[in-house]
């Protein structure tokens, strides 16, 4: 299994200011993905991080508000900008090895 | 169509009893249909997964049923202990283009 490592583990940020959390995994991974869990709440998939690519998003979540990057096969940045109070959530990074899935520790973001 | 319906929300058992939570989908496509636990500040992890060709798995004191027919599935975990205290998402999935599909999450307390 993958071991995942997320920066920062949790922040509180200001209305309107961005912030940028960090995905590093022990191995190269083709498939990277990054999911916001809102509290008491289950997942939701933001997008598909691709190296070499754009990012692929769901519906419901655009490109400038979560910019990805996805450098290299062991590494990817989520920003989630000009927050809101709305914003709030945790932010998952998650990497795929054939069928099975797996999560990092998450980042907790309060917005005030 | 891509809903995985879980129930239900929480749960209460008593140490040692059988705690059953269930799902059903709608998506025949699925065809991978994993169970991750999550404790608080903590990411999901994986706990054991099934695949429709198979009725039963078992990992330890974990075991999913699944019945292709009626598109449901559970999860059992025998001889439960508080330490087993946690959210348990069910999941589906399609091979090859790996978008997983959580459902709502059973928050389960066993209690001492």
């Known amino acids: 299994s993958a071991v995942i490592s997320q920066k920062p583990s949790r922040d509180i940020c200001q209305r309107g200011t961005s912030l940028t959390i960090q995905c590093q995994v022990d191995?190269?991974?083709?498939?990277m993905f990054w999911y916001r869990q809102q509290p008491g709440q289950s997942l939701t998939l933001i997008a598909t991080a691709n190296q070499g690519s754009e990012a692929t998003y769901e519906s419901g979540f655009v490109i400038d508000k979560f910019p990805i990057s996805r450098p290299n096969l062991t590494f990817s940045t989520l920003t989630v900008s000009n927050l809101s109070p709305e914003d709030s959530s945790i932010y998952l990074c998650?990497?795929?090895?054939?069928?099975?899935?797996?999560f990092g520790p998450g980042t907790r973001l309060t917005v005030t | 169509q891509q809903q995985v319906k879980q129930s239900p929300q929480s749960l209460i058992v008593q140490k040692g009893g059988i705690p059953i939570i269930n799902c059903a989908y709608e998506?025949?496509?699925?065809?991978?249909f994993p169970w991750y636990q999550q404790f608080p500040g903590k990411g999901p992890a994986l706990l054991i997964a099934?695949?429709?060709?198979?009725s039963e798995k078992k990992e330890g004191r974990f075991t999913i049923s699944f019945n292709k027919s009626a598109k449901q599935f559970s999860l059992h975990i025998m001889d439960s202990q508080p330490g087993d205290s946690a959210t348990y998402f069910c999941a589906a999935s399609r091979s090859g283009g790996f978008k997983t599909i959580f459902g709502a999450g059973t928050r389960l307390f066993v209690k001492a």
């Open positions: 998506n025949t496509a699925f065809d991978y």
């Open positions: 191995s190269q991974v083709t498939m």
């Open positions: 099934i695949r429709p060709d198979v």
């Open positions: 998650s990497v795929a090895d054939l069928y099975e899935q797996y």
